[in-house]
C-alpha cells in the first residue's frame, strides 16, 4: 500500500493507514518506508539506528510506534509504503 503524506508531514495520516492496516492484515505487522528527505522532516523516530539520513542510507532506521522504518532513496518525498 502506497500513499502520500506530502501536504506536510501528515503523521495522523500515517497513523490512521497503520490503523487499517492493522484491522486488514491481521497476520503480520507493515514496515514502513520512507525516503531519507521524508526521514529528515519526520517527528523524532521512538528509536534511530543511524545518526542521520542521508541520500545515500538504505535499510533499518529506527522505529515508529513500534513498527520498523527503513529508508528508501529510491521513494520521492512525501511518498511512503507499508509492506
Known amino acids: 500500500m502506497k500513499f502520500s503524506i506530502i501536504r506536510k508531514i501528515d503523521t495522523q495520516l500515517l497513523n490512521n493507514q497503520l490503523h487499517k492496516w ?21 517527528p523524532r523516530l521512538d528509536e534511530y539506528k543511524l545518526e542521520s539520513t542521508n541520500n545515500n542510507c538504505t535499510g533499518m ?3 515508529y510506534q513500534g513498527y520498523k522504518v527503513f529508508s528508501d532513496p529510491t521513494m520521492g518525498y512525501g511518498e511512503v509504503e507499508l509492506r
Open 61 to 63: 532506521v529506527g522505529m
Open 22 to 42: 492493522e484491522q486488514t492484515n491481521h497476520e503480520y505487522n507493515p514496515i514502513i518506508l520512507l525516503s531519507p528527505d521524508t526521514l529528515r522532516d519526520m
